[in-house]
């Protein structure tokens, strides 16, 4: 089976930086990816991590450890609009069949505060 | 290009009862996931159906079930309604390539309240 572990809740000041950790435990690896979802929204993708180190997009910034089964989902410039669920999910292949199968952490509540 | 549609927005049920719900993916999308979301659960996976066969399936009882048809769009079933099946049961498209990120694009969900 899959796991992953990520802090349920962290709160950080606006225009500081925040990073959110997962991580897992799984066979058959092939990559961790990052949601967003905001309160009554769908979850939107972030990015997604195959190989070892960090890939930036903007203010947002994932880095992975596949040695380590660890990820990080980084957030510079905190913004009030930052305030939402964050989820790591890994993508790995199933016991059977040889197909890939994504499996969502429970998901980081991010408040940001003035 | 459209998003994930799913329909309906809204629905309450009673116990006992089943309901069947909704998914249109995004135009080439072949594979359509389904998830459970409930407060401190986080997204629990129900199934996913790629080109109208069911490829993964999560660890959720038989009264769930799921099917897709020719035009990739996919409904979920959920018979004999229990007070905890109310939740937010979000439908998610993708390519499913074999390579690439494999981003998953989800609709607005459907907010089923059982009584």
């Known amino acids: 089976g899959q796991s992953l572990e990520q802090p349920s809740e962290v709160t950080a000041v606006e225009g500081a930086i925040v990073q959110i950790n997962c991580t897992y435990q799984?066979?058959?690896?092939?990559?961790l990816s990052w949601y967003q979802q905001h309160d009554g929204g769908a979850p939107t993708f972030l990015s997604y991590?195959?190989?070892?180190g960090l890939e930036e997009t903007g203010r947002f910034s994932s880095f992975l450890s596949r040695s380590d089964s660890y990820g990080y989902l980084l957030l510079q410039e905190l913004q009030m609009k930052d305030s939402a669920s964050y989820f790591c999910?890994?993508?790995?292949?199933?016991?059977?069949?040889?197909?890939?199968?994504?499996?969502f952490g429970i998901g980081t509540k991010l408040q940001v505060i003035p | 290009k459209a998003g994930v549609t799913q329909t309906p927005r809204y629905l309450i049920k009673t116990r006992g009862q089943q309901v069947t719900l909704s998914c249109s993916p995004i135009?080439?999308?072949?594979?359509v996931s389904w998830y459970q979301q409930t407060p401190g659960q986080g997204l629990q996976f129900l199934f996913e159906?790629?080109?109208?066969?069911?490829?993964n399936k999560g660890n959720f009882p038989g009264r769930f079930s799921g099917r897709q048809f020719s035009n990739s769009r996919s409904e979920m079933n959920v018979s004999t309604l229990e007070l905890g099946d109310s939740a937010l049961y979000l439908c998610?498209?993708?390519?499913?390539?074999?390579?690439?990120?494999?981003?998953?694009?989800f609709g607005p969900g459907t907010r089923l309240t059982v009584l």
């Open positions: 799984t066979s058959g690896f092939y990559g």
């Open positions: 998610a498209s993708s390519l499913a390539t074999s390579g690439g990120n494999n981003e998953q694009f």
């Open positions: 159906y790629f080109s109208e066969t069911q490829r």
């Open positions: 999910a890994v993508r790995a292949r199933t016991d059977s069949g040889g197909y890939q199968k994504v499996t």
């Open positions: 135009s080439g999308h072949r594979s």
């Open positions: 991590n195959a190989l070892d």
